[in-house]
């Protein structure tokens, strides 16, 4: 999880395009959420925020959902259904049928339950690869450099 991160970061820092730059970092606000880090996901959730007003629709709508599905992880169901209603009229309006679906998905399990609190992803072992470990020691070196 260590060099996806570091990977997303590299590219939200990195002088691309504004959609490249935002999906980084709307994947970087997933990962955070994944793993349980709650200041991580607020404070990249706060950032897509800021430029929401930029983003197409189905760029739109995926903050909407992964914003939704976040707050509901960390407990927050209230404010995660009102995310996810606002990417369920705004991909019922852009007909973005695969989001309606997935944001209706997540709401109807919101009746019924919590979403229970991540637990922080783990793969026994992965990091041990040597694989691996060479692309995250390459991607360190690489935002090192950058800085």
Not at 39 to 45: G, I, Q, S, V, Y
Not at 65 to 83: E, N, P, S, W
Not at 93 to 115: D, I, P, Q, S
Request: proline content about 5%; hydrophobic content about 45%.
């Amino acid at each position: 999880m260590d060099g996806a991160r570091i990977a997303f970061e590299l590219v939200v820092g990195a002088r691309t395009s504004f959609l490249v730059r935002t999906n980084a970092l709307l994947e970087l606000m997933e990962l955070e959420s994944s793993a349980g880090d709650r200041m991580a996901f607020e404070r990249r959730r706060a950032e897509a925020e800021k430029v929401q007003g930029r983003m197409p629709p189905s760029m739109l709508t995926d903050y909407y959902y992964k914003a939704g599905v976040g707050l509901a992880r960390f407990g927050q169901a209230g404010r995660g259904r009102q995310f996810l209603t606002a990417g369920l009229a705004l991909a019922e309006t852009h007909r973005l049928n695969a989001w309606y679906f997935r944001c209706e998905k997540v709401l109807a399990n919101l009746t019924e339950c919590e979403l229970p609190e991540p637990e922080p992803a783990t793969h026994p072992g992965l990091g041990e690869l040597p694989a691996v470990r060479a692309v995250a020691v390459g991607l360190r070196e690489y935002a090192a450099a950058g800085t």
